[in-house]
């Protein structure tokens, strides 16, 4: 049974920081691509960050890039966002994504709050 669990959302001023993890189990996280997308309200779900299974090809959205650093540990199935001087725009419920054979796997979602 596949799980995603997004922790580490919440609510932060405008240029504060938070790190997002998703802890994964029930598929070879070590083999999958991974991502993180998210939904802000009114609005369709949008790509942010992805990562490949080595970590050596790495995307970003453009609204993101400088700010976010995606990154992943193989040893532990867990995927990371660290999100840095955020602004009241990154507000939204961000889901981690995996691609394994084809097949695309989503969390729950963590809310993510900037206050302005």
């Known amino acids: 049974q596949v799980r995603m669990v997004e922790s580490g959302g919440g609510l932060v001023q405008a240029g504060g920081s938070l790190r997002l993890s998703c802890a994964a189990s029930g598929f070879t996280f070590a083999t999958a691509g991974m991502g993180w997308f998210r939904q802000a309200p009114g609005k369709e779900r949008e790509f942010v960050a992805a990562i490949s299974w080595g970590s050596n090809t790495i995307y970003y959205t453009d609204s993101v890039k400088g700010r976010f650093t995606i990154s992943r540990d193989n040893a532990w199935n867990t995927m990371y966002l660290q999100m840095n001087s955020l602004k009241p725009e990154d507000t939204a419920v961000y889901y981690c994504?995996?691609?394994?054979?084809?097949?695309?796997?989503w969390g729950q979602g963590t809310q993510v709050t900037v206050s302005s």
């Open positions: 994504n995996a691609l394994e054979t084809n097949v695309f796997y």
